[in-house]
């Protein structure tokens, strides 16, 4: 697997709370199951347009993007 570095964009300043797609890391947490923020299981928000978030997990430095399902979604990122 390669482990891609991370980001210009990437600000912890700037975080979105999303289940990573290739590492699963929040798995078991409790904060997380129950839909919460969690201090340690937060993503890199890389860019943003209407509902579609460009992510970035810290953990395994993963790309993707995440349809949140709030506001308008105009078009892919």
Known sequence: MTVLPL???ADPGRRAWAA???CADER???PCAAGRSCAE???YLLSSTGSLL???CPACTHVWVHDSGFGVTRSPL
Do not use: A, F, K, V
């Open 7 to 9: 980001d210009p964009q």
């Open 41 to 43: 299981h937060w993503r």
């Open 20 to 22: 990573c797609p290739s």
């Open 54 to 56: 460009c992510l970035q």
């Open 28 to 30: 078991g947490c409790e």
